[in-house]
């Protein structure tokens, strides 16, 4: 009987370490594959971690910018009303009276204004961006200059569209100020 359990005690050995090297051979692919997709997932997250330094430096950047002219425009606020400051008292009773009014008003934006401002500068920018791309994509004959802009280089034509936006919002500024009426008093009263 001993020797009859000897004998399958060889086979069962060599059975089971054949089973065993499967299974470790299908449980290392297995790691493999789930290494390969952890790999990929790693690869995306890092993509992913780039876009968004991307992302942070740009924003970073345009807050440094805001930050920067919020700064000098209050510089230069201060440095208007101190001329305001320095020029009223050469002024009459009635204009320094006008004048401080004027002033008064100003200093009152509301947010409905501030809003209306914003869209205007939103629509002049969308405007100049679509004239831009409606120059023809294909060169037109000699001679021949689109229709809606005037002939001029490529680096003046750039510098026109800005000046033309700019102008027409100086002119809707100055439609809706309510300066431009205190200074035209101001010219007919001098005048008298």
């Known amino acids: 009987c001993l020797f009859h359990g000897s ?17 470790i051979k299908d449980e290392f692919q297995l790691l493999q594959a789930q290494y390969h997709s ?20 740009m924003y ?3 807050s440094y910018g805001l930050n920067i002219e919020m ?19 050469y002024l009459s009773q009635e204009h320094q009276q006008q004048v401080l009014g004027a002033i008064e008003r100003a200093k009152q934006v509301t947010a409905p204004e501030l809003n209306s401002i914003i869209r205007q500068q939103l629509q002049a920018h969308q405007l100049s ?23 001029v280089s490529a680096g003046t034509g750039l510098l026109s569209l800005s000046a033309l936006g700019s102008q027409t919002h100086l002119s809707k500024e100055d439609k809706n ?16």
């Open 177 to 192: 100020g309510h300066d431009g009426d205190t200074h035209q008093e101001d010219d007919g009263e001098k005048s008298d």
């Open 129 to 151: 961006q679509l004239q831009a791309l409606a120059l023809p994509l294909t060169p037109l004959p000699v001679g021949l200059q689109p229709p809606s802009l005037p002939a």
């Open 38 to 57: 952890l790999k990929l997932e790693c690869d995306k997250l890092a993509s992913e971690k780039s876009e968004m330094q991307r992302h942070y430096v």
């Open 60 to 62: 970073y950047e345009m």
């Open 7 to 23: 004998s399958h005690l060889p086979q069962q050995l060599k059975f089971t370490t054949s089973d065993s090297c499967d299974r």
């Open 71 to 89: 700064h000098k425009q209050a510089e230069i606020v201060k440095r208007l009303n101190g001329i305001c400051a320095q020029v009223l008292p």
